[in-house]
């Protein structure tokens, strides 16, 4: 019965260099993302988290075949995008889209909205004609909740919030397969944060939407992800339903984000797990396990191989030699309450 | 679904008087100073030669070297008893249209080269923009007269003369700008959508690299007008009996102790011209900065 996935990654690893090595001797390379192989099933929200410079952001543009990747490859939907030329990549454009970090950025500042809307239909086969592209583009907004009347308004004129909400709908316009929304809320006030939550929960329902969801926040993937998957130095760590990975993580990493989640109770009564230090170097990573310079439950094993996804659970896969520990689940009215919503 | 109606057309009229960038521009006084100036030397040169009595080339051999406001003359005239001021009105049509015209020529080919290595980057920019350098190694004045020995030197050859030779700050600026636009996610957002690499130059980047090429632009009018009168001066540039101000400048050094406002009036005229044009300049650097324009 299984359904080929929406997304597949096989050993995607996108290396880039950094200086250029004379000849005869390779040059250093920083190692963004280095063998990631996830699939993200049909109609379900894989939520991808991690510290800054983990390669979360660079896996995502990967996916989306902006930047060829170094080895290994992306399946969208079963076809190597890859091997694509940039005119046989069309037609797949269409069926995947994205959303940016950056509301302030991600519109151009040129344009009204019924033009940065209407943009995605210009390129598809034959073309929209202009007042097809302006229904559409009238429809998406009503659909991300803004009225009609601001089609021939121009991005100066919205708050952050709104810009993020044109955005969704810019990338809506084709009725893609699959969205990927690189930290979309990080940007935003808490208070638009859940509503642009809400939008995003409440269209990947109505629009049956595969989505990679790329965060810093665990509380945001919880209330988003049907599946977590975690990065670390470019790595996936472990990768679990959302639920287990919260009620049973099973990588020390994992365990410590999970406490580090704030929690909405003063002086709440629970262990929090500092990292010592800063994420290794990804020009030169430690050996072994690239995590193991900050675990506070490393031993001199961690050094020597490192540890592939091996499974822990049902669909719960962590990458790490000591199976033995008994690690500490998320805690904190927050992560339950956003566990609530979630629709795993 | 009931049609939206399209109001667009209205609105950008009305967005672009009212814009910061315009009110910021009007606030600039010297800007405006060179704005109305320019206006007036515009105006005086088109309807100038119409209004005065004298052709540019009526000889009135009684009245050779009359000083300014005898007679008819308003500002006298020269060796041969032209009328001073027909001469000027007419020289200057051909100087501010070698002037524009150079700009305009200069700015499509700097756009257009910049816009090339800013998008692809790799090796074309790399060949791009060592061309570019190797262009601005040659000293401009020596690369002009260079070719304006070898090459007939009318108007239209002077213009394409000097925009050949001053390309190159554009070609760079605008480089510059687009290889930072291109980073941003709404470039981004258009690659995802499909978009062609026509499109992204010309919808995404270029109006956004819109401000420091306008600039950039208006300079380019202010040398062009200065190189001209330097090269018709040496006498390599516009040839008489067309009058530019250049050329008027050449024949006046001669009489320059008896006669000194055949060289002072075109003096003039070139002088206010090329600092209105860079006032102008000025004043739209500070509104269209790209810093102070994002919202």
Same mark, same amino acid.
Request: some cysteine; aromatic content about 6%.
């Given at each position: 019965?299984?359904?080929?996935?929406?997304?597949?990654?096989?050993?995607?690893?996108?290396?880039?260099?950094?200086?250029?090595?004379?000849?005869?001797?390779?040059?250093?390379?920083?190692?963004?993302?280095?063998?990631?192989?996830?699939?993200?099933?049909?109609?379900?929200?894989?939520?991808?988290?991690?510290?800054?410079?983990?390669?979360?952001?660079?896996?995502?543009?990967?996916?989306?075949?902006?930047?060829?990747?170094?080895?290994?490859?992306?399946?969208?939907?079963?076809?190597?995008?890859?091997?694509?030329?940039?005119?046989?990549?069309?037609?797949?454009?269409? /069926?995947?889209?994205?959303?940016?970090?950056?509301?302030?950025?991600?519109?151009?500042?040129?344009?009204?909205?019924?033009?940065?809307?209407?943009?995605?239909? /210009?390129?598809?086969?034959?073309?929209?004609?202009?007042?097809?592209?302006?229904?559409?583009?009238?429809?998406?907004?009503?659909?991300?909740?803004?009225?009609?009347?601001?089609?021939?308004?121009?991005?100066?004129?919205?708050?952050?919030?709104?810009?993020?909400?044109?955005?969704?709908?810019?990338?809506?316009?084709?009725?893609?397969?699959?969205?990927?929304?690189?930290?979309?809320?990080?940007?935003?006030?808490?208070?638009?944060?859940?509503?642009?939550?809400?939008?995003?929960?409440?269209?990947?329902?109505?629009?049956?939407?595969?989505?990679?969801?790329?965060?810093?926040?665990?509380?945001?993937?919880?209330?988003?992800?049907?599946?977590?998957?975690?990065?670390?130095?470019?790595?996936?760590?472990?990768?679990?339903?959302? /639920?287990?990975?919260?009620?049973?993580?099973?990588?020390?990493?994992?365990?410590?984000?999970?406490?580090?989640?704030?929690?909405?109770?003063?002086?709440?009564?629970?262990?929090?797990?500092?990292?010592?230090?800063?994420?290794?170097?990804?020009?030169?990573?430690?050996?072994?396990?690239?995590?193991?310079?900050?675990?506070?439950?490393?031993?001199?094993?961690?050094?020597?191989?490192?540890?592939?996804?091996?499974?822990?659970?049902?669909?719960?896969?962590?990458?790490?030699?000591?199976?033995?520990?008994?690690?500490?689940?998320?805690?904190?009215?927050?992560?339950?309450?956003?566990?609530?919503?979630?629709?795993? | 679904?009931?049609?939206?109606?399209?109001?667009?057309?209205?609105?950008?009229?009305?967005?672009?008087?009212?814009?910061?960038?315009?009110?910021?521009?009007?606030?600039?006084?010297?800007?405006?100073?060179?704005?109305?100036?320019?206006?007036?030397?515009?105006?005086?040169?088109?309807?100038?030669?119409?209004?005065?009595?004298?052709?540019?080339?009526?000889?009135?051999?009684?009245?050779?070297?009359?000083?300014? &406001?005898?007679?008819?003359? &308003?500002?006298?005239?020269?060796?041969?008893?032209?009328?001073?001021?027909?001469?000027?009105?007419?020289?200057?049509?051909?100087?501010?249209?070698?002037?524009?015209?150079?700009?305009?020529?200069?700015?499509?080919?700097?756009?257009?080269?910049?816009?090339?290595?800013?998008?692809?980057?790799?090796?074309?920019?790399?060949?791009?923009?060592?061309?570019?350098?190797?262009?601005?190694?040659?000293?401009?004045?020596?690369?002009?007269?260079?070719?304006?020995?070898?090459?007939?030197?009318?108007?239209?050859?002077?213009?394409?003369?000097?925009?050949?030779?001053?390309?190159?700050?554009?070609?760079?600026?605008?480089?510059?700008?687009?290889?930072?636009?291109?980073?941003?996610?709404?470039?981004?957002?258009?690659?995802?959508?499909?978009?062609?690499?026509?499109?992204?130059?010309?919808?995404?980047?270029?109006?956004?690299?819109?401000?420091?090429?306008?600039?950039?632009?208006? &300079?380019?009018?202010?040398?062009?007008?200065?190189?001209?009168?330097?090269?018709?001066?040496?006498?390599?540039?516009?040839?008489?009996?067309?009058?530019?101000?250049?050329?008027?400048?050449?024949?006046?050094?001669?009489?320059?102790?008896?006669?000194?406002?055949?060289?002072?009036?075109?003096?003039?005229?070139?002088?206010?011209?090329?600092?209105?044009?860079?006032?102008?300049?000025?004043?739209?650097?500070?509104?269209?900065?790209?810093?102070?324009?994002?919202?």
């Amino acid at each position: 019965m299984s359904e080929t996935p929406m997304i597949r990654t096989v050993d995607l690893a996108q290396h880039f260099p950094i200086r250029k090595g004379l000849p005869g001797r390779p040059g250093a390379v920083v190692r963004a993302i280095d063998g990631v192989s996830i699939d993200i099933p049909r109609r379900q929200v894989v939520g991808l988290v991690g510290e800054s410079g983990s390669g979360k952001s660079t896996f995502g543009r990967a996916v989306m075949a902006l930047d060829p990747p170094t080895s290994g490859r992306v399946e969208f939907d079963g076809t190597d995008l890859s091997q694509l030329s940039r005119a046989a990549l069309a037609p797949y454009r269409r /069926r995947m889209q994205m959303v940016f970090q950056d509301p302030f950025s991600s519109l151009n500042p040129r344009m009204s909205v019924a033009e940065t809307l209407g943009m995605p239909l /210009r390129f598809r086969e034959g073309g929209a004609g202009r007042s097809e592209r302006r229904d559409r583009a009238a429809e998406m907004l009503e659909m991300v909740g803004l009225p009609r009347s601001y089609l021939d308004r121009f991005p100066h004129e919205f708050s952050g919030g709104q810009r993020q909400r044109i955005g969704i709908a810019r990338a809506l316009m084709t009725s893609p397969d699959f969205l990927m929304a690189d930290e979309v809320v990080s940007a935003l006030d808490v208070s638009v944060q859940a509503q642009v939550l809400n939008l995003f929960a409440r269209l990947q329902r109505e629009m049956e939407l595969t989505m990679l969801f790329i965060t810093h926040d665990l509380a945001v993937v919880g209330h988003v992800s049907d599946i977590v998957a975690v990065m670390y130095l470019g790595r996936i760590v472990e990768i679990a339903p959302t /639920r287990a990975l919260f009620s049973g993580p099973r990588h020390p990493y994992t365990e410590a984000l999970l406490s580090a989640a704030p929690s909405p109770v003063p002086g709440g009564a629970r262990k929090r797990i500092i990292l010592e230090g800063d994420v290794p170097s990804p020009v030169n990573p430690p050996s072994g396990c690239p995590f193991r310079t900050r675990c506070p439950y490393a031993i001199a094993a961690c050094a020597e191989d490192r540890p592939a996804l091996a499974a822990v659970g049902p669909d719960h896969r962590s990458a790490c030699i000591r199976t033995d520990l008994d690690l500490m689940p998320a805690t904190g009215r927050r992560t339950e309450a956003a566990l609530e919503g979630s629709p795993g | 679904m009931t049609a939206i109606p399209d109001t667009r057309p209205k609105m950008r009229g009305a967005r672009f008087l009212q814009s910061r960038g315009m009110r910021r521009f009007f606030r600039h006084k010297l800007a405006v100073l060179g704005l109305a100036m320019i206006t007036l030397i515009a105006v005086a040169c088109i309807v100038g030669p119409w209004l005065l009595p004298h052709d540019m080339l009526d000889i009135d051999i009684r009245g050779r070297f009359s000083p300014p &406001l005898t007679d008819t003359y &308003l500002f006298g005239t020269d060796e041969m008893g032209r009328d001073l001021a027909a001469r000027l009105f007419m020289a200057g049509r051909v100087s501010l249209m070698v002037g524009v015209a150079a700009m305009v020529l200069s700015t499509v080919v700097g756009t257009v080269i910049g816009l090339l290595a800013g998008h692809f980057g790799g090796a074309l920019s790399t060949a791009l923009m060592r061309f570019t350098d190797a262009f601005l190694c040659f000293p401009q004045i020596f690369l002009l007269l260079a070719l304006a020995a070898f090459l007939e030197p009318d108007a239209m050859m002077i213009t394409i003369i000097i925009a050949l030779t001053s390309w190159m700050e554009i070609a760079r600026i605008v480089a510059a700008e687009i290889r930072s636009l291109r980073e941003r996610d709404f470039v981004t957002a258009a690659r995802v959508s499909g978009a062609s690499h026509a499109w992204i130059m010309f919808r995404e980047l270029l109006p956004n690299a819109a401000g420091p090429i306008i600039v950039a632009a208006t &300079l380019t009018v202010a040398r062009a007008i200065l190189i001209e009168a330097y090269v018709s001066f040496l006498g390599y540039g516009i040839q008489p009996p067309l009058p530019s101000w250049g050329n008027m400048l050449n024949n006046a050094q001669q009489y320059l102790d008896s006669a000194p406002w055949l060289a002072i009036v075109p003096g003039v005229a070139i002088t206010l011209a090329v600092t209105s044009f860079n006032f102008i300049g000025d004043g739209l650097r500070d509104a269209l900065d790209a810093r102070s324009d994002m919202p």
